[in-house]
């Protein structure tokens, strides 16, 4: 696997001008892009330079976390507060992301998108406005386990750890999770099918190919 350095300021750049080049594959009127990547490679940083990137080129973009669209405490936990089966395909309301982030950005949709659905601090809904996406907008959806949805990105990244850095920079408490990653990795190989692959190993100087 041949990677080429990088900063992440430089890495925003980079999607960003890809995103001004790519038309939606659905058709429509808006670009999807997924940054894929456990909680502790910081997804949602890059999400935020690819979309500041976006804003000083004129691009509208709205970033959406997938930890916004946790299910409720009641339902996740259900079989314990570790449970590694109910973390990998039982955690995200994939159905609440379909229908109030994908479904808008359909070709005929509204563009009005759901930033969040639940707070996992308060386990309760956040009750927060619908934003709407201007046509030629870029929606930046950043979490982990994305590319296991078949959700339509026109776009993905996925920033990769291999097992000793996820191991070494994922707190001690969670390290329970660490058996999701790896059945993610085999079975969907987001290294190897992400658009875009990062190697993040070290935050301080990321690798990429593209």
Wanted: glycine residues 10%; aromatic residues 8%; without cysteine.
């Amino acid at each position: 696997m041949r990677l080429e350095a990088i900063t992440w300021d430089r890495l925003g750049d980079l999607l960003a001008e890809r995103l001004l080049e790519l038309r939606a594959a659905a058709g429509g009127p808006w670009l999807r892009l997924a940054v894929d990547g456990a909680p502790t490679a910081r997804p949602g940083d890059l999400a935020e330079r690819v979309a500041e990137a976006l804003r000083i080129r004129g691009r509208p973009s709205l970033v959406v976390g997938a930890e916004g669209f946790l299910r409720p405490a009641s339902v996740r936990l259900e079989h314990g507060h570790r449970d590694v089966e109910s973390y990998y395909g039982g955690w995200y309301d994939t159905g609440a992301l379909w229908r109030e982030v994908f479904g808008p950005l359909e070709p005929d949709g509204s563009g009005r998108v759901l930033p969040d659905l639940w707070d996992p601090v308060t386990d309760r809904a956040t009750r927060s406005p619908y934003v709407r996406l201007p046509p030629g907008g870029v929606l930046v959806l950043h979490g982990p386990l994305l590319l296991r949805h078949w959700f339509p990105f026109d776009l993905t990244v996925h920033l990769l750890l291999s097992p000793g850095a996820l191991r070494r920079r994922t707190p001690e408490a969670e390290h329970w999770t660490l058996p999701a990653f790896a059945r993610y990795e085999r079975e969907t190989d987001p290294a190897g099918t992400a658009d875009v692959l990062v190697r993040a190993d070290d935050p301080r100087h990321p690798a990429w190919r593209g």
